[in-house]
């Protein structure tokens, strides 16, 4: 069955220490996206990437850093400079990139918690 | 600036009794407006892609209308397992990407 798998579910962290979250489509989908849910609120854009090799900052990068080295996969990073890092995250994947129409797949999520 | 507004925040229902979700947006140059489900601890299920005004689609007990500053997710006769949070979303030109702009959700829980 084709789909996103994202791990670990449950990652605990101590301040101060670098994490980093898997996604892996195979799905032969182009673009992957992360993003953050927090109680209450909608969900946030963090990076994206449309093509192997390339990727953009989307509206709360700051703290997070991600590669797209295959086409299967776009690991972020959460680094210690992110201030607030206790959240759902959540990758997602479209075919070709944003054209109309193009809904996003997303995965199960991963919740981060810092201790 | 761009906005998804959801309304009502949260909404419980009996077993059979039909409401609508309502999506209200102000975007320019719509491209695509979505609905997802999703349950607690999991990632967002999509449910519906609406393209234009007067648009409407149909999955079970739900059915998706879109107007020109508003889409509806009207649900009929619900079930328990209708509970979830819906999920609303737009799609508009932002430079040379588009971009997604989620609502904060509708929390649905339907009572046996």
């Known amino acids: 069955d084709g789909g996103i798998t994202q791990s670990p579910k449950y990652l605990f962290r101590k301040e101060g220490q670098n994490v980093t979250l898997s996604c892996e489509q195979n799905?032969?989908?182009?673009?992957m996206y992360w993003y953050r849910q927090d109680p209450g609120q909608g969900l946030r854009l963090i990076y994206y990437?449309?093509?192997?090799?390339?990727?953009q900052k989307g509206d709360i990068a700051e703290g997070y850093s991600v590669s797209r080295e295959k086409k299967e996969s776009f690991p972020l990073t959460v680094t210690s400079a992110q201030k607030n890092p206790t959240a759902f995250y959540l990758c997602?994947?479209?075919?070709?990139?944003?054209?109309?129409?193009?809904?996003?797949?997303f995965g199960p999520g991963t919740r981060l918690t810092v201790l | 600036e761009d906005q998804v507004t959801q309304s009502p925040e949260a909404l419980r229902l009996q077993e059979g009794e039909s409401s609508s979700l309502n999506c209200s947006y102000t975007?320019?140059?719509?491209?695509?407006l979505f609905w997802y489900r999703q349950d607690p601890g999991k990632g967002p299920e999509f449910l519906f892609t609406?393209?234009?005004a007067g648009e409407e689609k149909e999955k079970e007990r739900l059915k998706a209308t879109l107007t020109k500053k508003e889409s509806f997710l009207h649900i009929t006769a619900p079930k328990p397992e209708d509970s979830a949070t819906y999920l609303c979303a737009v799609q508009a030109p932002m430079n040379r990407d588009d971009k997604i702009i989620f609502g904060k959700g509708t929390r649905l829980h339907i009572l046996p």
């Open positions: 609406l393209y234009s």
């Open positions: 975007v320019s140059g719509l491209r695509g």
């Open positions: 799905l032969n989908h182009d673009a």
């Open positions: 997602a994947s479209t075919p070709t990139g944003l054209v109309p129409g193009n809904e996003q797949f």
């Open positions: 990437s449309q093509i192997v090799n390339d990727f």
